[in-house]
């Protein structure tokens, strides 16, 4: 699929605004929009594998099309969620468990670059990443 492959982080668009609306305090946000955030996906068939590198922590998230998992941000926010495929978009339901609000991500390839938007609270934000 053509999520496959290493993505680095390039530009991020009201990224603050949408960690400030989250709750994350200004020192962790100003970390965050420096992270050089770079995700390498690969797919087999309904699995997924992303590997999370940022400054902050490399991790290893394994999930399954339509099937609920839990997973931290790097802030240790605690969300329980899934992942469907809906046209061409990867798209990211999840709950957070301090609170039961919805975070809600989209994955989609755009002019050859992975575009992740995430919606919370109103707030919108982008980070668009390039293929290395």
Partial sequence: MAFDGSWKVDRSN???????????NKAKRVVAAHD????TI????????VKESSVFRTVNIVFELGVTFNYSLADGTELTGVWNIEGNKLVGKFTRADNG????????????????????????????????
């Fill in 101 to 132: 609000k919805e975070l809600l991500v989209v994955r989609e390839i755009s002019g050859g670059e992975l575009i992740q938007t995430y919606t919370y609270e109103g707030v919108q934000a982008t980070r668009v990443f390039k293929k290395e």
């Fill in 42 to 49: 690969t797919q087999e068939g309904n699995k997924f594998t």
């Fill in 36 to 39: 050089n955030l770079k995700l």
């Fill in 14 to 24: 009201d990224y603050d605004k949408l960690m400030e609306k989250m709750g994350i």
